[in-house]
């Protein structure tokens, strides 16, 4: 379910992966969603735990899908490792928010026995 603070009264639905780099300076960021009923207006990543609205830390691209390399500021990798950190789309009809969530930090060992793993966090 979307997390956005009001509710918004739309059957918008997504998916976001954030793929943290070993030394914690990069990350890959993948954005999918669909089902919006108005045009998108933005996509930020907030810090912002579930069920609260918080300051917006970095403005993302419009569109989907979107595959975007992101830094790792000191408040990113704050609001990751709080449980934070969450991803919002804003439309027409929805301008505080039609579509958020909040990423959970999960752990992968990257050796290659593990692909499989990783593999299965997306299925």
């Known amino acids: 379910?979307?997390?956005v603070v009001p509710p918004s009264g739309e059957n918008a639905y997504g998916t976001a992966t954030l793929i943290v780099a070993d030394d914690g300076v990069l990350a890959a960021l993948t954005v999918n969603f669909a089902?919006?009923?108005?045009a998108?207006?933005?996509?930020?990543?907030?810090?912002?735990?579930a069920?609260?609205?918080?300051?917006?830390?970095?403005?993302l691209p419009l569109g989907t899908p979107v595959a975007i390399m992101v830094d790792m500021t000191p408040g990113i990798t704050a609001?990751?490792?709080?449980?934070?950190?969450?991803?919002?789309?804003?439309n027409l009809d929805w301008p505080s928010?039609?579509?958020?969530?909040?990423?959970?930090w999960v752990?992968?060992?990257?050796?290659?026995?593990?692909?499989?793993?990783?593999k299965a966090l997306f299925e």
Do not use: K
């Open 97 to 104: 928010g039609v579509l958020r969530g909040n990423f959970a």
């Open 35 to 38: 089902g919006l009923e108005g």
């Open 51 to 59: 069920g609260a609205n918080g300051p917006v830390l970095i403005d």
């Open 107 to 118: 752990t992968v060992a990257t050796e290659e026995a593990t692909w499989s793993a990783v």
């Open 1 to 3: 379910p979307s997390l």
């Open 40 to 49: 998108q207006t933005a996509a930020m990543l907030m810090d912002a735990p």
């Open 79 to 90: 609001a990751l490792a709080d449980g934070d950190l969450a991803i919002q789309i804003n």
